[in-house]
């Protein structure tokens, strides 16, 4: 099945310690995205890549790092700068042409 | 900068009623246009797009959405809800053109509780 998983499914982590993301996909696709989803703030984009070792920041990329080493992954940590951790995240990818973005299921992160 | 608002945070229906979502947009440009939705426990997925021609589109599961440029709104409809539509919703919106390689910016979302 062609898709994106994240993992995990539910992470926690005590302030002061960075964590990272999992996001991989087999879509055969050149783009990646970060989205941070908050209740009653929709999502948020945290950075992008559009191709291998190239990535961009969105408009909240702060207390964030990404790397775009493969075409298939886009980590993302979440460092001890990031003031308000605790949310959903949501990696997505999408194929030439930038038309529909594809989603994985999601992280949620909580800092205890 | 690109921004989307949807009117409403949080629609409660019954089964059968029609539904109609709001979403604005501002942005100078040529737009895309999406609608995703997020079932409970689910993947968010697409509803439906509009990139050009008939600004009336139609989507999965009985949903349209009807583009007006002249408002700047892109609003989802459905005629006859069903309790399985319980769900939250986002009107999401990027760069036609350009050098936005797709980045998507989303509305705050709307949370549809259909009862029985």
């Known amino acids: 099945d062609g898709g994106i998983t994240q993992s995990p499914k539910y992470l926690f982590r005590k302030e002061g310690q960075n964590v990272t993301l999992s996001c991989e996909q087999n879509?055969?696709?050149?783009?990646m995205y970060w989205y941070r989803q908050d209740p009653g703030q929709g999502l948020r984009l945290i950075y992008y890549s559009q191709i291998v070792n190239d990535f961009q920041k969105g408009d909240i990329a702060e207390g964030y790092s990404v790397s775009r080493e493969k075409k298939e992954s886009f980590p993302l940590t979440v460092t001890s700068a990031q003031k308000n951790p605790t949310a959903f995240y949501l990696c997505a990818s999408t194929g030439l042409g930038y038309n529909e973005q594809f989603f994985g299921p999601g992280t949620r992160l909580t800092v205890l | 900068a690109q921004s989307v608002s949807q009117h409403n945070h949080h629609v409660i229906l019954s089964e059968a009623a029609s539904l109609e979502l709001g979403c604005n947009y501002s942005y100078g440009g040529t737009v895309n246009l999406f609608w995703y939705v997020q079932y409970p426990g689910q993947h968010l997925q697409l509803l439906l797009k509009?990139?050009?021609?008939?600004?009336l589109v139609k989507g999965i599961k009985g949903f349209e959405a009807e583009f007006i440029k002249s408002k700047f709104s892109f609003n989802l409809r459905k005629p006859s809800v069903q309790w399985s539509d319980t769900a939250e919703y986002f009107c999401a919106v990027n760069n036609a053109g350009g050098t936005s390689y797709g980045k998507l910016t989303f509305g705050q979302g709307t949370i549809l509780t259909v009862h029985p």
């Open positions: 509009y990139f050009s021609g008939d600004p």
């Open positions: 879509l055969n696709h050149d783009a």
